[in-house]
């Protein structure tokens, strides 16, 4: 079992930043990606950004050369570092820790709110 527990976000104006946080705990030895969501309201949730292990990273193209994904000093924790935020960022920002292609564990989320 994985506990993912996020924190920052909040409101920001547009072209602004924000950072969101996400710790895991728990089997944190079996996490091979870690990554970070979104779900805006009446829409699926996306992916905004992974990281492996390997430190290897994945962005969706909507956040690209804006949103920043990265490990914290211990392995088990992951930010975004989110700049020139756009209102289309709003949303709940979603941790998200993979330990197989079947098995992920999920954060309860952070509201991300941005506006024009």
């Known amino acids: 079992q994985v506990q993912l527990v996020e924190s920052g976000g909040g409101l920001a104006q547009a072209g602004g930043s924000l950072r969101v946080f996400c710790a895991a705990s728990g089997s944190i030895f079996s996490i091979n990606v870690m990554g970070w969501y979104r779900q805006a309201p009446g829409k699926t949730r996306e992916l905004v950004a992974v990281i492996t292990t390997g430190g290897s990273t994945n962005y969706a193209d909507s956040v690209k050369g804006r949103f920043t994904i990265s490990r914290g000093n211990a392995k088990n924790t992951v930010y975004l570092q989110m700049n020139s935020l756009k209102p289309e960022d709003t949303a709940v920002y979603y941790c998200?820790?993979?330990?197989?292609?079947?098995?992920?564990?999920w954060g309860k989320g952070t509201l991300v709110t941005v506006s024009s």
């Open positions: 998200n820790a993979q330990i197989t292609s079947r098995t992920s564990y």
